[in-house]
């Protein structure tokens, strides 16, 4: 728990925040000064306080992940490290498109990308992205320069070929909406300069923040700029995927079934104007769903 405290010198009174907890078997504590006056944002600088302090045990953590996930690696043949890329593809495939409204099942899209089989009775879209997506993640997986607006275009304009031709690979001119949340997208006069920004701030914070940090914020910024008119979302997932891999990190699958508490963090965060709400959200998943490199 955050609790503020005054400490008196002389004739003056010092605030600070101090979080106490047990490590070890013993009491720690972590202050924050703020000053002779208590903020007026204090409620925002206790949350971030604590995030930081969670944020190096969770950093910690990716470490461990990051280390034990290369050991893995090196040891795994290449037939089976060939064969847990496809069973990657196949799950993300079917989550990061469900999530989108796809009326394929895994059985479909497992027998649709691994064996060639297509499902009867599904929409000939949803089978043809699916089949798109599947080359989409194979050019991404083998990417070796970084990102940049025109691979991104690039992707886009592969996920939606001969579906969606008037989209494809095309910036906005249109404002959108997005259903079932609160947040309104940039209008389309401003996703140039928006765009420019994303991209230097990717450059200049590349090599500086945590991999997994980087992919989320780029994940959040991105999918926040909404660019596209169809597609936002699962260029954004490419995007988050492809700087873990680059990282030699485990990826990320974001399942259907998460995607409840997966839109509620990101609108949270969309609508506060605070990143950390989907930051924190992402660092508990990840940290869940790779327990075995921990």
């Known amino acids: 728990m955050v609790s503020i405290n005054k400490k008196v010198v002389g004739n003056q009174t010092y605030y600070y925040l101090e979080h106490s907890f047990r490590n070890k078997g013993k009491v720690q504590k972590k202050e924050l000064y703020l000053g002779r006056e208590i903020p007026k944002n204090i409620e925002e600088m206790k949350k971030k306080f ?3 302090l969670y944020k ?3 950093f ?3 470490e461990i992940i990051s280390k034990n996930y290369s050991k893995e690696e090196k040891l795994m043949p290449k037939s089976s490290k060939e064969k847990e890329i496809e069973s990657f593809m196949i799950k993300f495939t079917y989550n990061t498109q469900r999530i989108e409204g796809s009326r394929l099942s895994l059985k479909d899209t497992a ?10 009775e599904k929409p000939i879209r949803d089978i043809k992205e699916a089949e798109n997506h599947k080359k989409i993640f194979y050019e991404m997986f083998g990417y070796e320069k970084d990102l940049s607006l025109q691979i991104v275009l690039y992707w886009h304009k592969r996920l939606f070929q001969d579906i969606k031709e008037d989209i494809a690979g095309k910036i906005r001119k249109h404002q959108v909406m997005i259903s079932r949340s609160r947040f309104v997208p940039p209008t389309p006069v401003e996703l140039d300069i928006l765009l ?3 991209f230097n701030w990717y450059n ?5 923040l945590n991999p997994v940090e980087l992919a989320a914020l ?3 910024r991105f999918v926040t700029i909404h660019p596209f008119s169809d597609g936002n979302g699962r260029i954004s997932r490419l995007m988050m995927n492809f700087i873990l891999k680059k990282k030699n990190m485990p990826m990320l699958d974001i399942t259907y079934t998460n995607r409840n508490s997966y839109y509620n963090g990101l609108e949270r965060a969309q ?6 709400i989907f930051l924190q959200w992402l660092f508990k998943k990840y940290i869940n769903e790779n327990k075995r490199f921990i």
């Not at 027998?111 to 009867?120: F, V």
């Open 60 to 62: 910690k953590t990716f």
């Open 271 to 276: 609508t506060k104007k605070n990143e950390l």
């Open 196 to 198: 420019k920004e994303f």
């Open 50 to 52: 604590i995030f930081d």
């Open 56 to 58: 190096e045990k969770w």
């Open 204 to 208: 200049q914070n590349k090599n500086r």
């Open 218 to 220: 780029a994940h959040l």
């Open 111 to 120: 027998n649709l990308l691994e064996k060639g089989i297509t499902p009867r």
